[in-house]
């Protein structure tokens, strides 16, 4: 399996922007987890699904977000508008159980917004 | 506000050396308990996992947790230059089949040639 896929890397764009922000989860893996990580406040989850519902989205951090799983192998999350404080790595994880010991990070997409 | 909390290092040691790395949890209720590795630019992966009070050995790595203490730590023996990373302790305090994984902010560890 080619694991968890996350698109863009990296991106830079300008405050005010929409950012979004994909994921491909590995197949068969019933939950999805958006997380985001700053040197502040380290690795936090935003929102997490489980077969395409959203669960738990009380850490996304305000109205500006949102995340939508419309089918088993596609999810997004979408910043409008984007504001510099906004600037974090984004992980995309997937998981056979809501356990620790099964979830499988994305390589991260890296957002700046200048 | 449930918390993990990790010294965030540096901490360095020397190749060979045992490195130590603690862990303490706020949620007394938490019972299952991670430590991720992660290199610089890279994503987090699990190394350890813990669930039971004592201690838990994969190769050069020890887990041990007390939870009466709410303290979980993770022993690297015979450390190498490759253990360069930081690692993250993590807590699932959601309790059942509610998810709540839980992130300390992790530890920075350099393995000195």
């Not at chain 1, 419309?70 to 356990?99: G, H, M, W």
């Not at chain 2, 813990?50 to 887990?63: C, L, V």
């Amino acid at each position: 399996d080619a694991g968890v896929i996350q698109s863009p890397r990296h991106e830079v764009t300008e405050m005010g922007q929409e950012v979004t922000l994909r994921c491909k989860p590995i197949s068969g893996h019933d939950y999805l987890f958006w997380y985001r990580q700053t040197m502040m406040r380290g690795l936090e989850l935003l929102i997490y699904f489980n077969n395409n519902v959203p669960i738990d989205d009380s850490g996304m951090p305000e109205d500006r977000f949102s995340a939508k799983m419309p089918n088993a192998s596609f999810s997004t999350l979408k910043i409008q508008p984007s504001e510099p404080r906004d600037s974090a790595v984004y992980f995309c994880a997937s998981s056979l159980l809501p356990t620790g010991d099964t979830i499988y990070f994305g390589e991260g997409s890296w957002l700046t917004v200048v | 506000q449930k918390e993990v909390e990790q010294n965030s290092g540096p901490l360095s040691v020397p190749e060979g050396a045992i490195a130590s790395l603690n862990c303490t949890y706020s949620d007394r209720g938490s019972q299952s308990f991670f430590w991720y590795r992660q290199y610089s630019g890279k994503s987090p992966e699990l190394i350890m996992s813990i669930y039971s009070n004592g201690d838990k050995e994969d190769g050069r790595f020890t887990a041990q947790l007390n939870k009466a203490s709410q303290y979980v730590s993770l022993l690297i023996r015979d450390s190498q230059p490759s253990d360069s990373a930081t690692y993250l302790c993590a807590v699932n305090m959601g309790g059942g089949s509610n998810y709540k994984l839980t992130f300390g902010k992790g530890t920075l560890l350099t393995v000195n040639p």
